[in-house]
């Protein structure tokens, strides 16, 4: 029911009656198990709220402004009425408007007026349907929709929605990177980046690795990256502690140390399947490069990667006071595979030589522990797979040792784990990207990347209103008229 040609006091009356019998049946369920009176009063809600919004577009007279109206392209005619579907979350609605005319163009003042959507889908349904495709399977946004709204929406509309509400993202970070950045009071500013792959379906897929070598499995994934930027509170910890609570972290709680890690604060998150690596780093670095850090560096936090280490140092380099730093649970991982080779697993003698030679690093004697490493392969009776590991772990070290120097980082309280960005790429890119069955598009996981992003970075609610701003600002004739 659409009530196209309704008049405003029936629409009115319809209100009244219906409201009417919502009380009347409220009062009428007794004995009955509240959760289904409570599913009546929504359903009945939900139509009482389709009856407003035709009361509120029939009290808009069509958008009739007169014969004619003067714009900036000259005196415009009105001319016939045109039906636009309006696509509320009450349901759908057929708009009656008026439509004006300049010349061979024609235009609806009453769209431009309130901000009528291109297509049909209400700005407020489509942020209500972008909620549920971020953090779920479209299926299951569509049939959320279907059973609690009783609205029919397809997996591609859902797809087509989340596609075009993305479309202000780089606008809005623009904008927002030109206004003023407050102080930081203490905090210090750290970067991280790192990778998380996106399933692909069979044509984006086949893109990724033209000819794979012999034994090698085509791969089905193609690299997202992702970005943070956060401050975090200086803390200050010895080499011991540190230590402790990475190798023996069940014994932590016995410590006397028990404060927590500084908690990451104002985190921005970025995460591209579509774009460069480079042009991602960019996108942090607009976000910090008008910041000061004349008296507190930049802080970077990365794994090994030396690409990423290389990228960083060019991104950057107009940022002259920054600290980069090697992860340390990666530098753990390789004190491990030697500790595998001379102890056997899951030994007290290999968490004892693990504990040894982290605390040797975090006291900064990285070239000491690489001189013992390169002793011990050259005078050991090694097998050949042996070896190999050896050398693997001090080829690492030497790569790395410029980014190792954890006594001063500990010292100046600085971050030494990549923990932000590499929970950022579970939460924002692993939980929707890979749940079970799904294969993305480039330009499909693009959207859901940046919506995400966005949400996570607790900056929804304000892109929100800027992407429906920006709606009005570019609709049709809105410079001329």
């Known amino acids: 029911m659409t009530y196209a040609n309704t008049s405003i006091e029936t629409y009115l009356s319809d209100c009244k009656e219906e409201f009417s019998q919502i009380l009347s049946d409220v009062l009428m369920e007794r004995n009955q198990d509240a959760h289904a009176v ?43 009425t ?19 005319h300049i010349g061979n163009d024609s235009f609806a003042p009453l769209d431009l007026l309130l901000n ?84 692909m379906i069979k044509e984006e897929a086949a893109k990724i690795v033209g000819r794979p070598g012999k034994g090698e499995k085509k791969q089905k994934k193609k690299e997202a990256l992702v970005g943070v930027s956060f401050e975090v509170d200086s803390n200050v910890r010895s080499a011991k502690e540190v230590a402790s609570n990475l190798v023996y972290p ?58 990423l280490w290389n990228l960083f ?23 491990w595979i030697i500790a595998h080779v001379k102890h056997k697993e899951g030994s007290d003698g290999g968490k004892k030589y693990v504990y040894e030679k982290l605390l040797l690093i975090l006291q900064g004697k990285v070239a000491s522990y690489i001189m013992e490493l390169q002793s011990e ?26 980014y190792m120097k954890y006594d001063l980082y500990l010292s100046e309280g600085y971050p030494i784990g990549s923990g932000v960005v590499e929970s950022a790429c579970s939460h924002v890119v692993k939980d929707r990207m890979e749940i079970s069955g799904a294969r993305w598009g480039i330009g499909g996981s693009e959207s859901i990347l940046r919506l995400r992003s966005l949400a996570k970075s607790r900056d929804w609610d304000e892109y929100w209103e800027f992407f429906a701003a920006q709606a009005r600002e570019n609709a049709f004739f809105s410079d001329e008229y």
């Open 116 to 199: 009528l959507p291109v297509r049909c889908y209400s700005y407020y349904l489509s942020e209500f349907a972008n909620l549920l495709n971020i953090n779920g399977a479209y299926r299951n946004a569509s049939e959320l929709l279907k059973k609690f709204f009783g609205l029919n929406i397809s997996i591609s509309a859902l797809e087509t929605i989340s596609g075009e509400s993305a479309d202000c993202y780089e606008d809005y970070y623009d904008l927002k990177g030109k206004l003023p950045k407050p102080e930081r009071k203490g905090k210090r500013k750290v970067v991280e980046f790192d990778g998380k792959g996106v399933p």
């Open 377 to 402: 392969m050259l005078n050991g009776k090694w097998k050949k797979s042996q070896k190999a590991k050896f050398s693997k772990v001090i080829t690492y070290f030497k790569n790395h040792k410029s």
């Open 38 to 80: 409570e599913a009546s009063i929504f359903k009945k809600l939900i139509q009482l709220g389709f009856i407003l919004m035709q009361l509120y577009f029939a009290n808009q007279n069509k958008g009739d402004y007169g014969e004619t109206i003067d714009t900036a392209r000259g005196v415009a005619k009105r001319g016939r």
């Open 313 to 335: 140092k060019d991104v950057f380099i107009n940022i002259e006071n920054k600290v980069l730093i090697l992860d340390i649970i990666h530098v753990l991982e390789y004190i």
């Open 250 to 307: 069940e014994k932590k709680e016995d410590s006397h140390e028990t404060n927590k890690p500084a908690k990451a604060q104002n985190i921005r998150y970025i995460a591209s399947v579509e774009k460069p690596k480079r042009e991602v780093m960019e996108e942090i670095y607009k976000e910090v490069k008008n910041e000061n850090f004349s008296d507190e560096p930049l802080v970077c936090v990365m794994d090994g990667a030396l690409i």
């Open 82 to 100: 045109s039906t636009k579907s309006y696509f509320s979350i009450f349901g759908k609605i057929k708009v009656v408007r008026y439509l004006y």
